[in-house]
């Protein structure tokens, strides 16, 4: 199994919004090439990139037209393939986003399946038999075809849903996952997989993975899916890594991924501590980090460690770190991202406190998401270093606000939060106790109070992590011994007695 994953920190692109390297107001690969430097410089060294396959973008690329080809407004496949070579050679790895669920409604597949004469791609989405019927539970498209028959929906209702057939059969329509429709809709999508690893990609995001067996309440026709992809990968790709956009380790990792994702959605209580009305991280002290921590657990023992468990800093989908918490308290949020099992993901801007931008209209499907896509803040050229284009030509305008954070005023302020966490994948990096495969054993994490406290181990050392995010001084008992203090924000943490004292606003790695 891939042994790159052990140290990994992933770095997040959209690639929209990126770097822009031909003055169109969008970014694209070229620009992704020039910046590798500076993404290897923080310490990260694998970037996982959102769809940027052929696509009329009504999702920002999660509806895709063209499995093969990328889209022209980011280079061409030549590029791509470019950027995965000077990715390797500065030992960096690269995700594609994969969207195995369905395709845009312009995919050719589409199009031949909404005719009514029978062809290789009737079966290849969920067609219901007739244009009345609906799917069970699912949102569909009717009337739009020759077809007497009403579509799936997954998302939007330009993505309609492929066939993986269905786990629990209540109608004639829905067909099994061994029934040839949903057998060569795998098929299709293993030639997709093995299309891009060959051409030098080292794995996918996989998108919305949990639900492509449909009437699958358990995961059970889909953890069986996923498991055939695995022993494909296992056989002809061993190196290749893949993480789920899941949310059920227990699930995703049976299912074979490397990795699973935990989300803003779902009961994982992700958000109690970035992004709720009193998050853990705020120095006001109100947050509750058990119930994360509970499910955290319980997740880390279902899932037998047969994979990691990630826990990103945002992503597209979600509200930027930035707007509940202030930049103080972003540096103890990233001492937990950073020090936790599994491998971390920073989404792009985060590691300077990129703000969400208020007020956007929509873009590309983006609603609410829009804030949080908003372009990379390199300096304070025009548009920020991200685009020789006008303002008004950009992709989305970038955030203008005279106080924004940018990379270059980060960078020449040695207490900035891009240092803070360039220096804590730097520790990471050197201790195998804090990395990836690491284990985990909370020592203190209690209902409404601070701080958190968690040990990391390797068989070799173990590593104490205590984190207080409150303004107030906090203590615990413990039979930890205290040794060397590895890294300290704030005050370090230290020991009077059998009692920790930690100080307001700090985080502490002490060897134990
Ligand atoms: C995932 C993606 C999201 C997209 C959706 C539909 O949740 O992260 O951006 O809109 O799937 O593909
Ligand atoms: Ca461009």
């Given at each position: 199994m891939a042994k790159w994953l052990d140290n990994a920190v992933f770095y997040e692109i959209y690639p929209q919004s990126f770097q822009d390297s031909n003055g169109d107001g969008i970014g694209d690969f070229r620009g992704i090439i020039q910046r590798l430097d500076y993404i290897r410089e923080l310490g990260c060294n694998a970037i996982w990139i959102n769809p940027c396959f052929l696509s009329p973008f009504g999702d920002a690329g999660y509806d895709v037209a063209d499995y093969y080809t990328v889209a022209p407004r980011y280079g061409t496949n030549e590029d791509l393939k470019q950027l995965f070579a000077e990715a390797h050679r500065r030992?960096?790895?690269v995700l594609l986003d994969l969207v195995p669920g369905h395709t845009s409604v312009e995919h050719p597949w589409f199009r031949e399946s909404m005719k009514a004469e029978r062809n290789e791609y009737t079966d290849r989405y969920v067609w219901t038999d007739s244009v009345w019927e609906s799917p069970e539970n699912m949102s569909c498209l009717r009337g739009i075809s020759p077809r007497d028959g009403a579509v799936a929906l997954n998302f939007f209702s330009m993505q309609?849903?492929?066939?993986?057939?269905?786990?629990r059969i209540t109608k004639s329509w829905q067909q099994s996952p061994d029934a040839p429709g949903p057998r060569a809709t795998f098929q299709a999508m293993l030639d997709v997989i093995r299309f891009w690893l060959s051409m030098g990609c080292d794995g996918f995001r996989v998108d919305m993975a949990g639900s492509l067996v449909k009437n699958d309440e358990e995961g059970k026709g889909t953890i069986a899916l996923w498991q055939k992809v695995r022993a494909f990968l296992d056989e002809e790709f061993p190196e290749a890594a893949f993480v789920s956009e899941w949310g059920e380790p227990d699930k995703s990792l049976q299912g074979g991924f490397h990795m699973d994702f935990l989300l803003h959605f779902g009961p994982s209580h992700y958000n109690d501590l970035f992004r709720c009305q009193h998050p853990f991280f705020s120095s006001e002290g109100?947050?509750?980090?058990?119930?994360?921590?509970?499910?955290?657990?319980?997740?880390?023992?279902?899932?037998?460690?047969?994979?990691?468990?990630?826990?990103?800093?945002?992503?597209?989908?979600?509200d930027r770190l930035a707007r509940r918490l202030s930049q103080e308290e972003m540096k103890l949020a990233f001492a937990f991202l950073l020090s936790m099992p599994g491998a971390p993901f920073l989404y792009y801007g985060d590691e300077i406190g990129m703000r969400y931008v208020e007020g956007l209209t929509s873009v590309e499907g983006g609603y609410a998401r829009t804030g949080s896509r908003?372009?990379?803040?390199?300096?304070?050229?025009?548009?920020?270093?991200?685009?020789?284009?006008?303002?008004?030509?950009?992709?989305?305008?970038?955030d203008d606000a005279a106080d924004r954070p940018t990379v270059k005023a980060q960078m020449a302020d040695k207490n900035s939060l891009y240092h803070e966490v360039r220096k804590l994948i730097g520790i990471r990096q050197s201790r195998p106790a804090l990395q990836s495969r690491g284990e985990i054993t909370f020592v203190y994490a209690e209902k409404n109070t601070c701080p958190l406290a968690y040990v990391r181990s390797d068989g070799r050392e173990r590593i104490l992590v205590i984190i207080n995010p409150s303004a107030s001084e906090c203590r615990f008992d413990s039979r930890l011994p205290s040794g060397e203090v590895l890294y300290n924000y704030g005050e370090a943490a230290r020991k009077e007695g059998g009692t920790f004292i930690v100080p307001p606003c700090s985080a502490s790695f002490l060897t134990v």
């Open positions: 030992e960096m790895h309609p849903a492929l066939n993986y057939g269905y786990h109100k947050g509750d980090v058990y119930a994360f921590v509970e499910k955290y657990r319980e997740n880390y023992e279902k899932s037998e460690r047969k994979g990691l468990i990630c826990i990103p800093s945002g992503n597209h989908d979600m908003s372009p990379m803040q390199w300096d304070n050229t025009a548009n920020n270093g991200f685009s020789s284009a006008a303002p008004e030509k950009l992709y989305i305008r970038t």
